[in-house]
């Protein structure tokens, strides 16, 4: 791999600017004041979806899946169930056993049969499918450092796209996905990604709760995803470096990012939507203490800190026998919104201001709902592009990241600004004499040091 410094210095500055993205590397404005809340947004003004059951009828919808794994597989499963006309018309995949294990499932489940001449194997098979006219819709489901190439080559081929979170493992797939989200725009095109709680009615029910001033002027947030260990794939003596690292892809931090951006980016995300502030800087910790595999972190533990001495805390787990904790929590001057036990919102006494009302109200699984808003988006000419929001929630969980790796202090201008990339410069099966399996960042260097294998 080819570690270039992580700082870039004035040459990388201006990239906002030439990329004709405004003010990428400062904060954004503050929440306003208690003062100023008295309006109250409806949720048509806040931009909430119409939460249908099925998406509607209309002009046939052929798509393609990028990526035939566990998470492709589950996403193709339900774009196919989310309306009537829907049929999956190709697949790209770099492993034979991954593309027959798919085909067998969706064949099984959705009796979904893709003819052999549209199923694609190799690091380039993304590109005959995007070359196909018949393709209306892409669901892009590989491993995370592959997504800005196949986004951006996905909006040039003029495709509607579902994207999985995250969008990228490091800045500069960040600013390809920012570009190419803003050509995604002037284009018309429909772009719904994989931060799946904003596709949750109990969220957005919330959301509309704290937008019109229940729990007051907004200081502070915590975001957590800590659970037990993860899967792992051990190496077998028949795979390249490149085939282990892809099949073993979560715990390899070229190609996941490191699980406080895979897993961690929900709730980082959420904070972030409901905060709407990006945070100025950010110092953290962690390190790998149980996982078996791979050469990412199994714990993380992130301050955050925003204008007007806002703070947020970000926490990731993976290690057996510890407490579980997957949440967030938005705090202001007058109460709480919190996730854990249900979402509802409680001032400081413990009184239940807000509960969202599961009985009467019941919330589908959101997997199912955001494809529902796909369809719908395309179908009804609601457009939605996510693309922009899932860009920026997934820096923030970098910087937590990179602020981890070195122990360092880092601002949102320098990891804008870095041109910090992970990953070979060329895509084969083979060596990748740059992985060094079981040796984790190690915090305590500086930047540069610490990013250097």
């Known amino acids: 791999m080819k570690r270039r410094d992580f700082l870039s210095g004035a040459a ?172 995604a725009s002037t284009k018309g095109l429909t772009v719904v990604t994989g931060n799946q709680r904003r596709h949750s009615k109990d969220y957005w029910e919330g959301y509309i709760q704290v937008k019109n001033g229940l729990i007051g002027d907004l200081v502070s947030a915590s975001a957590h995803w800590d659970q037990g260990a993860w899967w792992n794939q051990s190496k077998r003596k028949e795979w390249s470096d490149m085939e282990y690292c892809i099949r073993n892809w979560f715990n390899i931090k070229w190609l996941s990012g490191d699980h406080i951006l895979d897993q961690a980016i929900h709730n980082i995300d959420v904070v972030t939507w409901f905060m709407g502030m990006r945070p100025v800087r950010a110092v953290g910790f962690g390190g790998r203490a149980q996982r078996l595999t ?37 705090y202001g001057t007058k109460g709480i919104f919190t996730t854990k036990n249900g979402i509802h919102i409680e001032d400081y006494s413990g009184k239940t201001l807000w509960a969202y009302d599961y009985k009467t109200n019941p919330v589908k699984s959101p997997y199912d709902q955001e494809h529902i808003h796909l369809v719908e988006s395309i179908r009804q000419g609601k457009k939605i592009n996510q693309a922009e929001d899932l860009a920026y929630s997934t820096l923030i969980a970098i910087l937590g ?53």
């Not at 018949?134 to 986004?151: K, N, S």
Request: glycine letters at 8%.
């Open 12 to 183: 990388l500055i201006g990239a906002g600017s030439t990329l004709g993205i405004p003010s990428l590397l400062s904060s954004c404005a503050t929440q306003s004041s208690e003062s100023k809340a008295t309006k109250t947004y409806t949720p048509q003004e806040l931009g909430m979806y119409s939460f249908s059951d099925i998406a509607p009828d209309g002009k046939p919808l052929k798509a393609a899946l990028v990526g035939c794994g566990e998470r492709g597989t589950g996403a193709a499963h339900q774009f196919l169930k989310a309306g009537p006309n829907l049929s999956l018309f190709a697949m790209a995949d770099i492993f034979p056993d991954r593309m027959t294990a798919s085909r067998n499932w969706l064949k099984e489940k959705n009796n979904c049969t893709v003819p052999d001449a549209n199923c694609f194997l190799g690091f380039d098979a993304y590109k005959k499918v995007l070359e196909m006219p018949e393709i209306d819709v892409v669901l892009l489901c590989t491993p995370t450092h592959f997504r800005p190439e196949h986004f951006d080559a996905a909006v040039k081929a003029g495709k509607h796209i579902f994207m999985e979170k995250p969008c990228a493992v490091d800045p500069s797939g960040i600013r390809t996905v920012l570009a190419s989200a803003k050509i």
């Open 401 to 453: 990241r990179e602020a981890a790796y070195t122990g360092k202090s880092l601002s949102w201008d320098e990891i804008y600004s870095s041109s910090l990339r992970y990953g070979p410069d060329k895509y084969e099966l083979g060596p990748l004499p740059f992985y060094e399996e079981g040796v984790p960042p190690k915090p305590g260097r500086t930047p540069k040091e610490a990013m250097r294998k």
């Open 294 to 330: 791979g050469d990412i972190f199994d714990f993380f533990s992130v301050d955050y800190y925003y204008e007007n001495n806002k703070k947020m805390l970000a926490t990731a787990r993976q290690i057996d026998e510890t407490e579980h904790n997957v949440s967030e929590q938005v």
